[in-house]
Nanobody
Framework: QVQLVESGGGLVQAGGSLRLSCAASGGSVRSYLIAWFRQAPGKERELIGRISWSAGYTLYLDSVKGRFTISRDNEKNTVYLQMNSLKPEDTAVYYC????????????????WGQGTQVTVSS
């Protein structure tokens, strides 16, 4: 079992930056990859990217490549989503989720989720 807690969301102006945190705890945390998702109003939850505890990260959304990065601090069991050059279309609830090595893209295939953190980007 894994518990996930997101933090760091808020209201920012276009062009600004935010760093979201995902604190992971529970048994076998290191058996899971951590994925970042977001869900905008009226839209499906979409996979942003994913990182393991022993390797690098991968971004899947073309719209955030070059602006977002994912990193980790293994000592703190925490994964970060650094968001730069934010745009109004980045406004969404951002979630982290635990992936037991499936590399799934569909949100319904993830069993463990944080509560989500709201990111609002004003123009």
């Amino acid at each position: 079992q894994v518990q996930l807690v997101e933090s760091g969301g808020g209201l920012v102006q276009a062009g600004g930056s935010l760093r979201l945190s995902c604190a992971a705890s529970g048994g076998s945390v290191r058996s899971y990859l951590i994925a970042w998702f977001r869900q905008a109003p009226g839209k499906e939850r979409e996979l942003i990217g994913r990182i393991s505890w022993s390797a690098g990260y991968t971004l899947y959304l073309d719209s955030v490549k070059g602006r977002f990065t994912i990193s980790r601090d293994n000592e703190k069991n925490t994964v970060y989503l650094q968001m730069n050059s934010l745009k109004p279309e980045d406004t969404a609830v951002y979630y982290c989720a635990a992936d037991k090595g499936t590399y799934a893209s569909a949100a319904r295939l993830y069993d463990y989720w944080g509560q989500g953190t709201q990111v609002t980007v004003s123009s």
